[in-house]
């Protein structure tokens, strides 16, 4: 694993944890989806640069 992805995995996870996934409603649903896309990107970033 890159060190890039290990800082942006890092940060998500803590981001992830602030946000808790107690809580209900529409900030919560829009930070786990652009937190899915950001994933998404860093995986096809890590297949381009191992292809």
């Known amino acids: 694993m890159s060190k890039r992805y290990e800082e942006v995995n890092k940060i998500l ?3 992830t944890d602030v946000m808790g996934f107690t809580g ?4 919560v649903d829009a930070f786990l989806k652009a937190r899915k896309e950001l994933e ?3 995986d096809k ?7």
Not at 24 to 27: A, D, F, I, S, T
Not at 45 to 51: A, H, I, P, T, Y
């Open 45 to 51: 970033e890590k297949e381009e640069s191992n292809g």
């Open 13 to 15: 996870i803590e981001l």
């Open 24 to 27: 209900q409603g529409k900030q």
């Open 40 to 42: 998404d990107l860093i």
